[in-house]
């Protein structure tokens, strides 16, 4: 399509009058169909786009659908490092993020010289990183992890191992507490699951008392100390569906009560609220940056598109296809 590129994506995303003319879903559909592409949404995207994605899933769940894909396109309805991943993954396809500028404030606070000087503080550890990290952070990491599979990364390896854990702070903690295992952990956090309220939590379950807190390891210590539960996105999703309460106060971005929702619509889900009063639940804004019009502008023209240096791409891919063989390994 004769367009200039430099233009369109001047903001980030494409922008131009759509909506009123199309029925975006139907078109969506039309181009995916027709440009062998698929949509991989994370469980924190708004419901309209997790309801037209093929494949909605965890960070992990969703690398592994990169991985495996057979389509030409890959449109990665969540933020920046997830694409990046899929791009390493699947180094051939052309892989898509509708809005450029949908990062991560747990990536953000993970800066690449700042690591390296921490790792070459910490010689003899093994490194182990979130996936919620840039692609170059990947690429002085051993073992990359998600929060379905890091307690079993840690423990995959030998007790007396020395392990360099980034850069979730909340998530490292969480895991030391329960192996006991020797690690030094990066302080990093992610703002969406930093400010839960106690207090405001509390007061939600002297309203409801039935109500159950089941938290992301993210959260901070406080918050995990008054969850019956603590997993990633899919293992709240599995908890809240197999366990026998009515009511589940989520302590996670509410972008997975959709999900939870549409399995069992006769519970009660209530957002986990932060400390700042104007606000019921805590919105990861980088999440939300995709809409159906950006999906249907960015499969348009196949922008804005995620490149990575070849070498960038080979060394970021060991962690991530260790991570993913131990996963595999242990069943998760
Ligand atoms: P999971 O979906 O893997 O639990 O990760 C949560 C998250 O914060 C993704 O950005
Ligand atoms: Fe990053 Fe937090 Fe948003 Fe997840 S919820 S993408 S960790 S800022």
Redesign the pocket.
């Known amino acids: 399509m004769g367009v200039d590129k430099s233009k369109i994506l001047e903001n980030g995303y494409i922008d131009m009058p759509v909506e009123q003319l199309l029925d975006l879903r139907e078109e969506i559909k039309k181009l995916k169909r027709k440009k062998n592409a698929v949509i991989l949404a994370h469980y924190?995207e708004d419901a309209a786009v997790q309801d037209i994605a093929d494949y909605v899933g965890d960070s992990l769940d969703l690398s592994r659908k990169a991985a495996e894909t057979n389509a030409q396109i890959i449109v990665f309805a969540g933020?920046h490092f997830m694409a990046e991943t899929a791009k390493i993954l699947s180094p051939k396809k052309k892989v898509i993020l509708p809005h450029l500028k949908a990062g991560?404030?747990?990536?953000d606070s993970c800066p690449f010289n700042e690591f390296k000087k921490f790792i070459e503080r910490h010689a003899g550890h093994t490194i182990i990183s979130y996936i919620?990290t840039t692609a170059d952070i990947k690429t002085v990491t051993d073992i990359a992890c998600t929060s379905s599979n890091a307690m079993k990364i840690v423990q995959s390896l030998p007790e007396k191992e020395k392990i360099l854990f980034g850069p979730d702070k909340n998530l490292g903690e969480y895991i030391r507490k329960k192996t006991g295992r020797d690690m030094v952990i990066w302080n990093g956090h992610?703002?969406?699951?930093q400010q839960f309220s106690v207090e405001r939590i509390q007061g939600i379950v002297k309203k409801y008392p039935a109500a159950r807190i089941v938290a992301h390891p993210?959260c901070n210590q406080e918050i995990q100390e008054m969850a019956v539960y603590i997993g990633s996105t899919s293992q709240m999703l599995r908890f809240v569906q197999e366990d026998d309460g009515n009511i589940y106060i989520i302590a996670t971005?509410p972008g997975i009560i959709h999900q939870m929702k549409k399995s069992k619509p006769e519970k009660t889900y209530i957002p986990a609220p932060p400390e700042d009063r104007s606000k019921d639940s805590s919105i990861?804004e980088?999440?939300k940056m995709v809409d159906l019009k950006k999906l249907y502008l960015s499969l348009t023209y196949e922008l804005p598109e995620i490149t990575l240096e070849e070498e960038t791409i080979e060394k970021a891919a060991r962690p991530i296809h260790r991570m993913l063989e131990i996963s595999e390994k242990y069943g998760i």
């Open positions: 924190y933020v991560c404030s747990l990536a919620n992610c703002h969406v699951h993210e971005e990861c980088y999440m």
